[in-house]
């Protein structure tokens, strides 16, 4: 339990469909993170809030959409995904500045 | 160019044996870095992280940073079959970016 907390833990959806991920941090930190994982591949950054504001957004495409209501609570709303959208979706939460980041145990999604 | 390198492995060796896993970075603006652990199907957990020039010890884990040449390791000494597991490097530009590399995955036979 890493206090970082991801659902649903598996998401399979068609390319139509409307989705969303969540994460909830119980850790107190003020900067969230939305990371994909492929196999073989390095993760890649997608969004960052930090204090709510979006501090980073790494050339996402827009089919991908992140909200973040407060520090404790972060989505990411999915649309009309394509099947090389399908992933390991992993959340994260740090102290603001640091790189110790706190993961979620992920969202596997599969898009069909 | 990928911004963190690592060799992709696998990397076996005997238990008890000392595990070494190298990375090379190319943002010279990286002041500080990472070293996770990713059990397969689980989550990245982060192990150390070395800011300074030289050695970094916590228990059977060492990180060397060589700003000079860009590149970061980790030994892991007396490995353990436990010790089995990805390790993903990761370097931080700005209060926000972390670089990884794709990861090097390490077997320790029993």
């Known amino acids: 339990e890493t206090g970082v907390t991801q659902t649903p833990r598996h998401l399979v959806m068609g390319m139509t469909n409307k989705k969303s991920l969540k994460c909830e941090q119980h850790?107190?930190?003020?900067?969230m993170y939305w990371y994909k994982q492929s196999a073989k591949k390095p993760l890649e950054l997608m969004f960052v809030y930090s204090l709510e504001e979006r501090v980073e957004n790494n050339s996402v495409p827009s089919r991908f959409s992140p909200e973040c209501p407060n520090s404790s609570h972060l989505f990411l709303h999915l649309h009309t995904l394509q099947p090389e959208d399908s992933a390991l979706y992993l959340c994260?939460?740090?102290?603001?500045?640091?790189?110790?980041?706190?993961f979620g145990e992920g969202s596997r999604l599969t898009v069909l | 160019q990928k911004e963190v390198e690592q060799n992709s492995g696998p990397l076996s060796v005997p238990e008890g044996a000392i595990a070494s896993l190298n990375c090379t970075y190319s943002?010279?603006?990286?002041?500080?870095f990472f070293w996770y652990r990713q059990y397969s199907g689980k989550s990245p957990e982060l192990i150390m992280f070395?800011?300074?020039?030289g050695d970094k010890e916590d228990g059977r884990f060492t990180a060397q940073l060589n700003k000079a040449s860009q590149y970061v390791s980790l030994l892991i000494r007396d490995s353990q079959p436990s010790d089995s597991a990805t390790y993903l490097c990761a370097g931080r530009s700005n209060d926000y970016k972390l670089s990884f590399g794709a990861g090097t995955t390490v077997t320790v036979r029993a």
């Open positions: 070395i800011y300074s020039n």
């Open positions: 943002d010279r603006g990286s002041q500080s």
């Open positions: 850790l107190g930190h003020n900067a």
């Open positions: 994260a939460s740090s102290p603001q500045g640091s790189g110790e980041l706190f």
